[in-house]
T-cell receptor, first 115, second 112 residues
Framework: DTGVSQDPRHKITKRGQNVTFRCDPI?????LYWYRQTLGQGPEFLTY????????KSRLLSDRFSAERPKGSFSTLEIQRTEQGDSAMYLC?????????????FGPGTRLTVL | GENVEQHPSTLSVQEGDSAVIKCTYS??????FPWYKQELGKGPQLIID?????GEKKDQRIAVTLNKTAKHFSLHITETQPEDSAVYFC???????????FGRGTSLIVHP
């Protein structure tokens, strides 16, 4: 399967714990995006990378959130000191840099439940 | 920033009927409008998109129309089938950004 993959698919944690999610984009895609989706809402942008550089962060990305893409391939999203309000689906997407190719390909998401 | 409104939130139709989902946007600089389909347990998948220099685009049973003056765009699905049942999201993106703003989604239910 050459699509975007995310791991884990589901994560249940207790409030105050740290969690880390991984995203593997489509191999030739140099742009990688993280979104958060809550029930009844569309995806909300968190941050994106072009290769290893983090180019934009949403105000939704509080200080407890950090994302990395160290080698310009896979990315990790870490949430420290989780809160119940962090419960959501975390989606990763990737795309080509070329503006002629606008499509973002989404992964299946990681569903986070904070108890 | 951009604001995208999507209606209806739920749409129930009989197999074979047509379905129409409507979206409005606020930023007149937006020039790219994708539509995504999200099935249960999966990420959104692009089904059709349209740029601001085009008024209509069609792909088999799916079509999208864009009215730049009124700042609204619509998704039309003809001859609906049960496998069309899913949540559909519209989005709008400005030319200077790679980040789309999504609507809140429409849950389409096609009854056999």
């Amino acid at each position: 399967d050459t699509g975007v993959s995310q791991d884990p698919r589901h994560k249940i944690t207790k409030r105050g714990q740290n969690v880390t999610f991984r995203c593997d984009p489509i191999s030739e895609h140099n742009r990688l995006y993280w979104y958060r989706q809550t029930l009844g809402q569309g995806p909300e942008f968190l941050t994106y990378f072009q290769n290893e550089a983090q180019l934009e962060k949403s105000r939704l990305l509080s200080d407890r959130f950090s994302a990395e893409r160290p080698k310009g391939s896979f990315s990790t999203l870490e949430i420290q000191r989780t809160e119940q309000g962090d419960s959501a689906m975390y989606l990763c997407a990737s795309s080509l840099r070329d503006p002629s190719y606008n499509e973002q390909f989404f992964g299946p998401g990681t569903r986070l439940t904070v108890l | 920033g951009e604001n995208v409104e999507q209606h209806p939130s739920t749409l129930s139709v009989q197999e074979g009927d047509s379905a129409v989902i409507k979206c409005t946007y606020s930023d007149s600089a937006s020039n790219y409008f994708p539509w995504y389909k999200q099935e249960l347990g999966k990420g959104p998948q692009l089904i059709i998109d349209i740029r601001s220099n085009v008024g209509e685009k069609k792909d088999q049973r799916i079509a999208v129309t864009l009215n730049k003056t009124a700042k609204h765009f619509s998704l039309h699905i003809t001859e609906t089938q049960p496998e069309d049942s899913a949540v559909y999201f519209c989005a709008a993106r400005s030319g200077g950004s790679y980040i789309p703003t999504f609507g809140r989604g429409t849950s389409l239910i096609v009854h056999p």
